[in-house]
């Protein structure tokens, strides 16, 4: 088993972290406190759901981490969308997210298939 820091996924749901809390910065006021927060917090999750799946040895417990983490971008990709359909950040900001979370769905998605 790698160690977290190494393993894509967990640079991948890091680099979507920091993404968010970039845009955040630029979102106003009305609805950064609360979409926002919430995709802030989602985020945050999902690098820390992805980092317990990868610490436990039990398939069993694993794929429970790894479906909360599949959750969190769910949360996170309808979040994202309000924000955008809000004019609360640009086409660009929305694509690129989209981008990093599409392969982030996928490196679940895999992982999950082998886990079960």
Known sequence: MKRKKEIPLYLASYKL???IIETEKNIPKSI???????????AVDLVKNIAR???????SERHKWIEMAESNIDTIIILQRVMFELKS???????????IIEGISRQLSGWKKTVA
Do not use: M
């Open 53 to 59: 799946a990868n610490a436990v040895s039990d398939s």
């Open 17 to 19: 972290l920091i993404f």
């Open 89 to 99: 950040i640009s086409l660009k900001k929305y694509s690129e997210a989209s981008e």
């Open 32 to 42: 950064k406190y609360s979409v926002g927060q919430s995709i802030k917090e989602e």
